[in-house]
């Protein structure tokens, strides 16, 4: 089974399996979180060990200083969670176009976090929030006990900081089990429709993404023997139209040791971008990482990009 998804690619186009252009550099600061979600790809937790040093930040920030106009996507654990979260988007905001933050919300209620979202709105961060429905349930059930009220107050709190007006506020949708997401346009209008009718809460745009078969969800799905089977649907659905905008085509992945990677699912199945010696790429070696042309490495999970209406960090590929 491994190189049929490359193969796949490549028959629709030689130039699919291969990196095009840098738009966006997501770092994955370390697996920390104050969460032990079910469908947690990364299988952070509070005794997440994996934390990035500021030498790494530091090296992270020489970088953007030289190559300004990219995406910053940061992203963990729980990111606030890394001490060196706040020097490091502090350093970076000057240069880049864009930062987006992916919070769990809840990180705002934890002691000695209780300054993120006024911070978060002075600098006008782009926040990416997880909510994996908009009913009690099924988000407790995912994310554990009580996240779901959480998740709501922390909204509410970022509303009122001009989230969901004058600063981006995007919620996360990923299914509560083993099958594909449902269309994101009408995903968007129920929760939009449900969180402001409910709750009063206002949000910029939903973006629905797959659960990769990666880390605790993996886990998961092997445990109640449905890893065969979820591994068929992803396949069973590739979706052509999806191929051309496969996120690593336009993303690199650094985590937190500074190794680079296609992205944060091959993060966490250690398949680092490769010299042609072998050898992983680091943070030094970003400008090759990035040529256009470099091959893209990949695997069976890769179907996750691709099932349905396609998947990536900012929602669907092929939403319409
Ligand atoms: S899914 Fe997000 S919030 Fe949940 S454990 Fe993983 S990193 Fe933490
Ligand atoms: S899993 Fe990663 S490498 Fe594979 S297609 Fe998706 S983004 Fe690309």
Redesign the pocket.
């Known amino acids: 089974m491994t190189g049929r998804f490359k193969s796949q690619l490549k028959e629709i186009n030689e130039s699919f399996i291969n990196f095009d252009r840098l738009s966006t550099l997501q770092i994955n600061v370390g ?1 920390l ?5 079910t ?7 509070p005794n997440g060990k994996k934390i990035m040093s500021k030498k790494i930040f530091d090296k992270i920030i020489e970088y953007i200083k030289e190559n300004p106009a990219i995406t910053v996507d940061i ?4 990111p606030e969670m890394n001490p060196h979260f706040k020097y490091f988007v502090g350093s970076i905001l000057p240069y880049v176009s864009r930062i987006m933050v ?1 919070t ?1 919300l ?2 705002i209620f934890e002691k000695g976090y209780e300054w993120l979202p006024d911070w978060y709105g002075k600098n006008k961060i782009v926040l990416v929030a ?1 909510l994996p429905c908009y009913t009690e349930d099924n988000v407790n059930r ?3 006990k009580g996240v779901f009220n959480k998740s709501i107050e922390a909204l509410k709190i970022l509303n009122k900081k001009g989230y969901g007006r004058s600063i981006e506020l995007n919620i996360v949708y990923n299914p509560g089990g083993a099958f594909l997401p449902g269309d994101q346009t009408s995903l968007e209008e129920d929760y939009r429709h449900k969180l402001f009718s409910q709750f009063g809460i206002l949000f910029n745009y939903l973006f629905t993404i797959t659960n990769a078969p990666i ?2 969800f993996e886990e998961q799905l092997k445990r109640s023997g449905e890893h065969s089977k979820y591994m068929k649907l992803l396949m069973d659905n590739f979706n052509p139209n999806t191929a051309e905008s496969i996120m690593c085509r336009s993303t690199i992945s650094v985590n937190h040791e500074g190794t680079l990677f296609n992205c944060d699912f091959n993060q966490m199945k250690n398949m680092p971008i490769l010299k042609r010696s072998k050898v992983p790429l680091t943070i030094s070696d970003i400008q090759k990482a990035s040529e256009k042309g470099y091959p893209i490495v990949m695997a069976d999970h890769c179907y996750v990009c691709t099932a349905g209406a396609g998947s990536c960090c900012t929602g669907a590929l092929d939403a319409g």
């Open positions: 697996d979180c104050n969460q032990t979600c469908h947690c790809h990364v299988t952070a937790g992203t963990g654990g729980a992916r769990n809840t990180i997880s995912q994310r554990g880390g605790r």
